[in-house]
Structure formats: C-alpha cells, structure tokens
C-alpha cells in the first residue's frame, strides 16, 4: 500500500509517500519561516494562503520523487488537527479532494499520534510498549504508548510548553524568530551556572511539567544585567540546562514508574543537541533504549502523517466523505484498529 501524507498544521507545508513494502520513498517540505520572521510569530490567516499556494506543487513533487504516477497512490492520510483550524483546513479538502477524485481511501491523522510514530521510520524503529516524551512548541508530555491509538499520557504541561518557553526567552533575549533553534546555538557559546534558574516542578512528586514560571524567572534575572554578548549566551545556556534538567528528570521518573524498557523522545525540541545528549545518558546509566526520529522528522512534516496513515489504512479503517479539521483533539480520545497488531 502507498499513502500519501499531507501536513499543514502550523508553519510547514509538506508532502509525503509511504510504501509498506519498502518504506519512505519521498518526502517534501516548504517552511514559512522567513515568512512569518517579521511578525515575530505564526500569522494564522498568512500561514493558511500560504499553504494555498505551495500544497499541491508539493504533492506532485513527492509523487514525482516517489517514482510513482497519482494512480498507483493507494490512500491518503492527513493531520485532522490538533492545530490551526485554517491551515489544517486547507490539507483536508486538497487531501478528501484528491481522495473523492481518485476513488482511493483517506484517513484524517492525529498530529501528535504523528509525531509519536515518527521514530518508526528509521532503521531501527522502537517496539511498543514504550515511554514517550513528545516536546514540542504547543506540547510537552510523557505519555504510555501500548500500540497505534493506545496511548496514556501520565503527565503534561500545566501551562507553557517547553518550546514556547523557548521561544519566548529568544525573544527576550532578541533573537529572531523561530527562536527556539537561535537559543540553542547561542547556548553552545554560554557557561550555565553563571546565573541560577529554578528546575520547574522538581520538588514535588509527580510527572507534570511548568515551564512559565521558569521564563519569569528569565526576566527577574536579567532586569538589572547588562545584555552583552557573553550575559546573553551564559543566559541561553542556563535556560537550555534548566530545561534539560526537568525534562531528563520527569523522564527518569515515569521510567522508573512504568518499569518500560525504551524511551522514545519527539516533537520539535527532541532535536536539541543537550536534550539528547543528556537523554542518551539516563539510558545507559538505565540500560533502557532512547530512540529519535532524525532531526528533520522532530519538526512537523508529513512522513510522519504518511506512516500514522499507512498503519490506520492498512488495518482497515478509513474516513466518510465529511472534511475533518479540529483545533483541538484530545490524543486520549484515539482508539486501536482492530488490525492494528501488524508487523510491516
């Protein structure tokens, strides 16, 4: 079975083919960055034209890349939400469009279930049941993965996530936008310890995360500072460990209280080198296996949508001709395909 995954959640725009028999055979994506960088942020109306604009060329050059021709797609799966309900839109009617003139199947995607599987497309996927830590922008979680739609989260964040605490602190620091990658390389110029930031939530039990406080305490800290370039790295870096350090440490919890043997970490902050430097860590000292997707499948993209479709299409199940799109969708909410215990 070959899927076509589509994306448009947020800022990316992304095409994708899956093949069961022989994997990921192309995938493609255009991010809005340098357009939405002079607003300091996502513009959600901008962000849906955009997406207007480049879907359909991106499709046909994945298809086109896949080797394949529009007719031998088999199904078409794409992220039903959670996200911005515009752009999301836009993926949904190209996708059941595309789905009604071919006569082929399509199933409507969880994003973060996405983002959950993303590691299984590379050589060495996880096997389930696994602990997952999904860090992103919009979300940060520590959640049981059992199988495909069998999914517990047993702790998440009480207020911001930690790439928005990212983000926000790259503002404060006057970095450009995304600021959450322009923190993390001026970091590796800093020195953590030069000022002390609080690790969140680490003196009570528990699996939560609150990452708002912690960007308050960013702004006490450098209210009376000169922000020079030396201020301003040993900031990044401080703020990228304090981050760390919780993440780790809620991780090296829920590991201790699931009793699982392989931790899977992913979303868009799963990419940071000290994120996952230090996670490789508690797996050996653990002896548990860390699994990542590569670092351009931790950012939104549709390979990850194109898989999530594939396993759902393949066990059978599929969408009425209803346009799915909703900005919020609880990831507890998802339920197995009867068929979903598969290999391949």
Excluded at 75 to 100: C, E, K, N, W
Excluded at 133 to 161: F, K, M, P, Q, W
């Amino acid at each position: 079975m070959k899927v076509l995954g589509i994306e448009t959640s947020c800022d990316e725009t992304a095409a994708a083919i899956y093949d069961g028999h022989a994997g990921l055979r192309s995938h493609r994506l255009f991010s809005q960055v340098d357009l939405h960088a002079a607003y300091g942020g996502v513009v959600p109306e901008l962000a849906s034209r955009d997406h207007v604009r480049k879907l359909l060329p991106l499709i046909q050059g994945a298809i086109d890349d896949a080797g394949i021709e529009a007719a031998e797609v088999d199904g078409i799966a794409y992220t039903a939400g959670p996200g911005l309900v515009g752009a999301l839109l836009v993926g949904a009617s190209v996708a059941r469009s595309l789905a009604f003139a071919w006569g082929k199947p399509a199933v409507g995607v969880h994003h973060l279930e996405g983002h959950l599987l993303a590691p299984m497309l590379e050589p060495e996927p996880p096997e389930f049941p696994f602990l997952a830590l999904l860090v992103s922008g919009g979300h940060t979680l520590l959640a049981e993965v059992r199988a495909i739609g069998d999914y517990e989260i047993i702790g998440s964040s009480v207020d911001d996530a930690a790439g928005e605490a990212f983000d926000k602190t790259a503002k404060l620091l006057g970095l450009g936008y995304p600021g959450g990658p322009a923190l993390a390389r001026l970091a590796d110029s800093g020195k953590p310890g030069t000022l002390r930031l609080p690790r969140p939530m680490l003196d009570r039990p528990g699996l939560d995360f609150s990452f708002s406080g912690l960007k308050t305490a960013v702004v006490v800290a450098v209210r009376d500072r000169q922000l020079d370039d030396t201020t301003r790295a040993d900031v990044a870096a401080e703020f990228q460990q304090a981050v760390v350090d919780t993440l780790v440490t809620k991780c090296d919890r829920a590991l201790e209280q699931t009793g699982f043997h392989t931790l899977v970490v992913a979303g868009g902050v799963g990419a940071n080198r000290a994120l996952r430097q230090a996670l490789t860590q508690l797996g050996e000292r653990r002896g548990v296996k860390v699994s990542y997707p590569r670092p351009e499948f931790c950012t939104d993209n549709a390979a990850m949508i194109a898989y999530a479709g594939y396993r759902r299409l393949a066990a059978g199940e599929h969408d009425d001709l209803k346009i799915r799109a909703t900005a919020r969708w609880p990831l507890n909410t998802l339920e197995q395909p009867s068929a979903v215990r598969f290999s391949g």
